[in-house]
């Protein structure tokens, strides 16, 4: 079956500009994350949904980040007026319901490049 | 709140020599373990997990960690890397209960000919 599905794969915007990432996650799957990787760094948590419950956003660097899920799937990361230092590798992941034992599944990730 | 160290940010070694790749973890509960693979402009695969039972796991790829609960560590180990294996490695550690999953810093492995 399919898996996770982020994009666009790469976005390449100046500074100042919004952008918008999308994240489809495996069908069925009821937790969603949301990281961001810089170069040659971890992943820094950012957010996460878990089917109806509020969103855990404690990972959000900033009110210029937002995220929402819409009907409990597809998941959109908005970064607003971006900023040279929100350039990295955003990453999505899902899992079967989030339990701490399951191991989660990722997209290939969004390349964000600010100028 | 949990934590996790790489200790080596990277490690070359050459191809058919074994290798181990460090993770030591904090917490105040019982954890769950993970080691990732992220292949160049990939996202993260699982290569193997600790939830129980067996402090040895295997994994995809040859692959093996063991928990050591008294040193607060799961390090993963190959006895034999190909060119292929070439990917940065992260570790990632859950507390039961806990939705909050933390990844380390990752060690990038070069396997060389």
């Known amino acids: 079956g399919a898996g996770v599905s982020q994009s666009p794969s790469n976005k390449v915007t100046e500074k100042g500009k919004d952008v918008e990432l999308r994240c489809d996650p495996i069908s069925g799957h009821t937790a969603l994350y949301w990281y961001r990787q810089r170069l040659g760094q971890g992943l820094e948590f950012l957010i996460y949904?878990?089917?109806?419950?509020?969103?855990?956003k404690s990972g959000l660097p900033s009110d210029r980040f937002s995220a929402e899920r819409t009907g409990g799937s597809v998941s959109t990361l908005t970064i607003q007026r971006t900023q040279q230092e929100d350039s990295a590798v955003y990453l999505c992941?899902?899992?079967?319901?989030?339990?701490?034992?399951?191991?989660?599944?990722f997209g290939d990730g969004t390349r964000l490049s600010i100028l | 709140a949990q934590s996790v160290t790489q200790l080596d940010s990277q490690v070359p070694v050459f191809e058919e020599a074994p290798v181990e790749l460090r993770c030591n973890y904090s917490s105040s509960v019982s954890v769950y373990l993970f080691w990732y693979v992220q292949y160049p402009n990939q996202g993260l695969q699982l290569l193997l997990k600790y939830l129980s039972g067996s402090t040895l796991v295997k994994g995809i790829n040859g692959f093996e960690a063991e928990f050591n609960k008294s040193q607060t560590s799961f390090h993963l180990r190959k006895p034999s890397v190909h060119i292929s294996d070439t990917a940065e490695y992260f570790c990632a550690v859950s507390d039961r209960g806990n939705n909050d999953m933390r990844f380390g810093a990752g060690t990038r492995l070069t396997v060389k000919p």
């Open positions: 992941a899902s899992s079967p319901d989030g339990d701490s034992n399951q191991p989660q599944h």
């Open positions: 949904f878990q089917g109806n419950s509020a969103p855990d």
